[in-house]
């Protein structure tokens, strides 16, 4: 069975909770541990469809060999692999802690010893001691002509691998800053936060899925992106419907095989009077935030927001829980207020019950418990966010 490196994004655990909800919807039986805090290992069999289908893996290299950290091995081997081609262009990837001093030397011997064989050498560096997928990319190091080696320290042995592919940085900005229909004022999800959501939903193929609250659809976008054909979006706001037929358009000039999503406006409350009940298999939304913080607001400011949200979550899971089918999967943001250094998520985990759901905890159980709330549920936060969405997937029984 082939092991590969797995470069995680900016927020581990989706990227783990992701990859095993994924692996699960492909019937890939993955096994892995993390080595560190950025790398997991995986052994099986990963097809280029499923690394396609995630959003939270930045990077993949499949493993070459283990070898003694010791400069002379690892110039042997590392030519050794670049001994067939003519021509070559290779970097090399640390990710380790910290970048040891033989590094560059041991890119500069390759290069000195491949030129002195006449060949055509490229050796691409880079500021940082990992080089990104944007020069991975353009420095065409990948297969079949390019090498990045990513090497990754364990113990006194070093893991060599060679990258196979990197995630599609340009198609993912271009859905998030390239569409036509964008509203800053109303927040829109990132692209690859709403693919990581309807990864959680496990939803099978055929699957029948809503967003109730679609905005400019970056949800219904993804959706279509993974191959989900049946997709309905219902927003309170015309504006909102407008946007995200407006962003289909667009997105069908980009892409092949771009179903036609159903939309509707209406409030979440009509609900169920305009929609079939229990006819959805996943339920994947980012509801109302909250209005716009400015970060002066004071506690007793911060819990009536809270308490108005924590109505209007009660209402909607409500509504929620009458359109998902049973056995189906509605995966949320609850949105999380910060008062100076505290937390404030909406007291909503008991309320779900009472609706014949029941909080599904994804992050699989090998990961440590610092990576964990006590929610079960995972939070995301951007650096300089008011709100911090907690992600939260319920099932219904
Ligand atoms: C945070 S935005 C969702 C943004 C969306 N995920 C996107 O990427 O564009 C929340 C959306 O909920 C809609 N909304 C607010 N209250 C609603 C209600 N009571 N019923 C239905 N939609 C509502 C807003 O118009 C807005 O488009």
């Known amino acids: 069975m082939q092991e590969y490196l797995i470069a995680f994004g900016r927020e581990p655990e989706f990227t783990i909770t992701e990859l095993a909800a994924t692996a699960r919807r492909f019937a890939l039986p993955l096994q892995w541990r993390l080595v560190g805090k950025t790398v997991g290992l995986v052994t099986g069999e990963l097809s280029e469809k499923f690394l396609d289908a995630l ?202 095989q771009i179903p036609e999503p159903a939309l509707m406006v209406a409030d979440i409350s009509r609900l169920p009077t305009v929609l079939n009940n229990s006819t959805y298999d996943a339920i994947v939304t980012e509801p109302y935030l909250g209005p716009p913080l400015r970060g002066r607001e004071n506690i007793n400011r911060l819990e009536q927001i809270r308490q108005e949200l924590t109505e209007f979550y009660k209402n909607t899971i409500k509504v929620l829980s009458l359109m998902v089918k049973p056995g189906g999967r509605i995966v949320m943001v609850w949105p999380v207020l910060q008062a100076g250094k505290e937390y404030l998520p909406l007291p909503l985990i008991n309320e779900i019950k009472l609706h014949g759901l029941e909080l599904v905890e994804m992050l699989p159980k090998q990961i440590p418990n610092g990576w964990r709330n006590n929610r079960g549920t995972l939070w995301y936060a951007r650096p300089d966010a008011r709100v911090i969405r907690e992600i939260v997937v319920l099932q219904k029984q």
């Open 55 to 256: 959003a939270g893996t930045v990077k993949v290299a499949e493993v070459l060999t283990e070898v003694k950290v010791s400069k002379e091995e690892i110039v042997s081997f590392l030519s050794s692999q670049l001994e067939q081609t003519e021509r070559c262009e290779f970097g090399l990837s640390w990710y380790g802690p910290k970048p040891p001093r033989w590094l560059m030397p041991v890119g500069l011997s390759i290069k000195n010893q491949l030129k002195n064989e006449s060949r055509h050498v490229r050796y691409v560096t880079s500021r940082t001691p990992v080089l990104s997928s944007v020069v991975v990319k353009k420095n065409k190091l990948l297969p079949p002509t390019g090498y990045e080696f990513f090497l990754l320290p364990e113990g006194d042995k070093i893991i060599i691998g060679r990258t196979i592919w990197v995630q599609d940085f340009e198609a993912w900005s271009q859905r998030d800053y390239g569409r036509p229909a964008r509203d800053a004022r109303v927040g829109m999800l990132p692209p690859k936060l709403a693919r990581i959501m309807i990864n959680l939903a496990e939803a099978r193929e055929g699957a029948g899925i809503l967003d109730p609250f679609c905005g400019s659809g970056t949800v219904l976008q993804e959706a279509a992106i993974l191959g989900y054909r049946h997709l309905v979006g219902v927003d309170a706001d015309s504006n909102g419907v407008t946007r995200t037929r407006e962003n289909f358009v667009w997105l069908k000039k980009q892409y092949q």
